[in-house]
């Protein structure tokens, strides 16, 4: 009998950065990733991006969701707002995603909010 299958291990910045491409590759608008490592104790990352529309919005949560699940079996914690698709968020534990209609990420200037946080650059190496 063989042993189960293992899913690799992935680091949070890993599965950020995965979840950065999955944005991009899905045309989000803006994506920018925020380590509040030093920062805050909520999470170590943030990850902000903007959709076109609410339908855009809603579209790049569920890829999110979806895409990570089956590649690296991450679910998320907790989700907000995929119905209304004006602020979605997806809540991972160690990374928190955050999907904005872009009048509501003006309204909200999360970067603003958090401006002592580092940006770190998003790589197409995240995990696969």
């Given at each position: 009998?063989?042993?189960?299958?293992?899913?690799?291990s992935y680091t949070s910045l890993d599965?950020?950065?995965?979840?950065?491409?999955?944005?991009?590759?899905?045309?989000?608008?803006?994506?920018?990733?925020?380590?509040?490592?030093?920062?805050?104790?909520?999470?170590?990352?943030?990850?902000?991006?903007?959709?076109?529309?609410?339908?855009?919005?809603?579209?790049?949560?569920?890829?999110?969701?979806?895409?990570?699940?089956?590649?690296?079996?991450?679910?998320?914690?907790?989700?907000?707002?995929?119905?209304?698709?004006?602020?979605?968020?997806?809540?991972?534990?160690d990374f928190v995603v955050h999907v904005f209609h872009p009048t509501l990420r003006?309204?909200?200037?999360?970067?603003?909010?958090?401006?002592?946080?580092?940006?770190?650059?998003?790589?197409?190496?995240?995990?696969?």
């Open positions: 009998m063989s042993a189960p299958a293992m899913l690799p599965l950020a950065q995965r979840a950065a491409t999955i944005l991009l590759d899905r045309k989000g608008n803006d994506v920018v990733l925020l380590s509040l490592k030093g920062v805050s104790d909520m999470t170590d990352y943030f990850l902000i991006a903007s959709g076109t529309s609410d339908t855009h919005v809603r579209a790049l949560g569920n890829s999110v969701l979806g895409d990570l699940k089956k590649e690296t079996g991450q679910t998320a914690n907790h989700v907000e707002g995929l119905q209304q698709g004006r602020w979605v968020l997806l809540d991972y534990v003006n309204f909200y200037q999360i970067e603003r909010l958090w401006a002592d946080a580092d940006v770190i650059p998003i790589t197409a190496h995240g995990a696969r």
